[in-house]
């Protein structure tokens, strides 16, 4: 049965389909293909990445796993009870989240780490179903486009809820029966951003230190 949230399959964007399969010819050891969400079924936090990259989440098949950007990442995640263990090497080492899950605004790996808008809209639909149907309390946003993917899936105007790192917007309910969620924003864990110091480990574990406090809320 196919799952609303992902395909594994998928070529609706011909040039993401076209670059993958020539990443396969290149690395035949690589996944290099649509990059399933890694986590906690029932997850109250979701984190939105941008889109995976060449040599960690395309060649491992999990996202942000070996490459740089998942070093801050699952790091903290350790640090605050989101995960197991504090590194990420490979799909099936043994780290588990709790009570978090990650997925990417788009699924595949687009050249030069730089989806077209056309490929963000495409893929929505996706990150759409893990909102509907997850239902998360809050989501994690790393960075711009990641946040407005967020709110297209949701059928919100950008206008309404702009980006900036540490910020935090109440999202309405998604149906009579789904409450509402609280988007937090942060830069994304990027090698530039962090490298350049635009992100800092005290940055970022500020972000989540809010977030484990409004999941300690009942």
Known sequence: MMRADYDPGCTDCPRLAQFLA???????DYHARPVPPFGDPAAELL?????????????????FTGDHAGI??????????????????????????????????????PPQNKPQPDEIRRCNRYLAAELRERAPRVVLA???????????ARGLKRSAYKFAHHALHDLPPMSETVAGMKLYDSYHCSRYNTQTKRLTEAMF??????????LGKR
């Open 142 to 152: 790393l960075g711009s486009i990641a946040h407005d993917a967020v709110l297209m």
């Open 205 to 214: 574990h500020a972000v989540l230190r809010d977030i484990a406090a409004e």
């Open 47 to 63: 984190i939105v990445g941008l889109a995976p990259g060449m040599h960690g989440a395309n060649r491992t098949g999990r996202p």
């Open 22 to 28: 020539q990443v396969r010819r290149a690395h035949p």
């Open 72 to 109: 801050l990442l699952y790091s903290s995640l350790h640090a605050y009870g989101f995960a197991s263990q504090a590194v990420s090497v490979a799909a099936d080492d043994s780290l588990r989240l709790v009570r978090c899950r990650i997925s990417n605004a788009v699924k595949c790996l």
